[in-house]
């Protein structure tokens, strides 16, 4: 079937921490991104930022900290820097790898913002850390400003963000619109930049948003066909990291649910993922998710590696 739209939600391995690293990574990220194209999909991409946006916060924070009349980046401007530039290296290394296969469609990157809940419990909670290690004095600063830290041990303190859900796309139609072209779009990059509606005035929220949270609800919003997570492994799997530990080929959302009750899905890894895939699958019955790993994308789509998850 040809022209099968899909979502495609790129972790970190897929594009590196540095920015050698980065450039490097995104070139054998759009061989995948690239084949699945070739194969007859029409993608819509959205990335993790997590490296990519401490860089930036904690290189914007040493400057305000040696150039005191330089105003330290806020979070969401942060977030919005990483947007464009990871965007920058996947639209180029994608876009040349399909000039190569003699394939001419358009990539592009758009700027992306999601509204989020201020009274989002995530606010009063926050356990995502950002930034430099600090000192004790400097943790006590940051917390006179209002702000949250955490201790490592071992490693002094870092600054902790919420990490609310999602609520609305803001340049959704923008997205449509590109996609209805038949352009091959970067959006919603690092979850997108966290936004508070106040009237008719977008602010910009100190949070992150989660990069599978956004993918579920991008496919939804999109009525695609296929959300497809690539991430570090296979297949996901029962008893993942023990010796009985056993690939899911396919399965239904009840299945999923059940999965999910019995404590299956690492919270921080696996858990976010099938979270995703279950909000697609009950906003499109008919859709399909593919959960599998970078290198196993050709695999995948002949049904050789990969997890199918379906509403039932």
Do not use: W
């Amino acid at each position: 079937m040809d022209n099968i739209k899909a979502v495609v939600s790129l972790g970190h391995e897929a594009l590196g921490v540095t920015t050698n690293e980065q450039m490097n990574a995104t070139k054998v990220t759009a061989k995948a991104l690239a084949d699945l194209i070739e194969a007859g999909y029409q993608l819509v991409i959205t990335h993790s930022n997590g490296p990519q946006v401490s860089m930036i916060h904690k290189a914007m924070t040493e400057l305000h900290r040696i150039y005191i009349d330089y105003t330290a980046a806020p979070m969401c401007v942060c977030n919005a820097m990483s947007q464009g530039y990871v965007g920058y290296d996947i639209q180029n290394s994608l876009k040349t790898e399909l000039t190569s296969r003699g394939i001419s469609t358009p990539v592009s990157t758009l700027l992306t913002q999601v509204t989020v809940d201020p009274y989002d419990e995530a606010f009063y909670a926050p356990t995502k850390a950002i930034g430099r290690n600090m000192s004790k004095e400097d943790a006590d600063t940051e917390i006179k400003k209002g702000n949250f830290v955490k201790e490592i041990p071992g490693n002094g303190y870092r600054r902790i963000i919420a990490a609310p859900k999602p609520i609305d796309i803001v340049e959704i139609d923008a997205i449509r619109a590109l996609v209805d072209a038949g352009q091959e779009v970067i959006a919603c990059g690092g979850g997108g930049i966290p936004v508070i509606e106040q009237g008719h005035v977008l602010k910009g929220a100190s949070a992150v948003i989660e990069k599978d949270a956004i993918a579920g609800k991008l496919a939804a919003d999109l009525k695609s066909d296929k959300l497809i997570i690539l991430t570090s492994v296979p297949y996901v799997y029962t008893n993942f990291g023990k010796e009985d530990q056993q690939p899911i080929q396919k399965m239904n959302i009840e299945t999923a649910k059940k999965h999910i009750e019995d404590g299956e899905f690492g919270e921080v890894d696996m858990l976010p993922k099938i979270e995703a895939a279950i909000e697609f699958l009950e906003a499109n019955h008919e859709g399909e998710v593919l959960i599998t790993s970078l290198d196993s994308v050709k695999d995948a789509l002949k049904g050789k590696a990969g997890t199918q998850i379906v509403f039932e």
